[in-house]
């Protein structure tokens, strides 16, 4: 896995943690969960996803605001 796809998998529990909905609350725990499969990788949608997901989850602690909207 690259670097970038190993520090979104880190953060992934926290996202799912502070999130306010239960969609992303839900995606975050599923990727966790796959994550512990033998040669997963995920998809170019999902490692999208997981950038932006953690990417906001910084934004928004910095601001004070609410995670995935």
């Not at 998998?9 to 799912?16: G, I, K, N, R, W």
Request: cysteine-free.
């Amino acid at each position: 896995m690259t670097r970038s796809i190993e520090e979104a998998l880190y953060h992934m529990p926290t996202v799912a943690k502070l999130a306010t909905n239960e969609w992303a609350k839900s995606f975050a725990e599923s990727i966790v969960k796959q994550s512990r499969r033998r040669g997963w990788r995920p998809s170019a949608k999902q490692q999208a996803l997981m950038q932006r997901m953690v990417s906001e989850l910084f934004t928004r602690r910095d601001d004070g605001g609410a995670l995935i909207e």
